[in-house]
């Protein structure tokens, strides 16, 4: 209970930027819940941490279909597939 609520004020202490990166490992994996419940709280509070956090779920949400699309093959031409595929390949060499 103690890790919680140390999580929580630890999480709401921080200034916004300090929050982008866990909104956006949020997408990813869960959170420990203290951390959850305090970037929640935060998110209700400040509007442009909202927004960031609605446009990075757009962009999971759009990448996904997208790859869904690539892996299909059958709604786009040959061409941008390829296209694609070379530009997540080199997305991945970058990240990596």
């Known amino acids: 209970m103690i890790g919680f609520v140390r ?39 400040f509007r442009g941490c909202k927004r960031f956090r609605a446009q990075i779920r757009r962009l999971r949400d759009i990448a996904g279909v997208l790859g869904q699309e690539l892996e299909a093959g059958e709604a786009m031409p040959g061409e941008v597939r390829e296209r694609l595929r070379r530009r997540a390949a080199e997305a991945s060499k970058i990240n990596s």
């Open 7 to 45: 999580d929580v004020f630890r999480v709401l202490s921080m200034p916004c930027r300090e929050h982008t990166p866990l909104l956006s490992k949020q997408l990813d994996e869960p959170l420990p819940h203290g951390i959850a419940v305090g970037l929640r709280i935060h998110v209700l509070y």
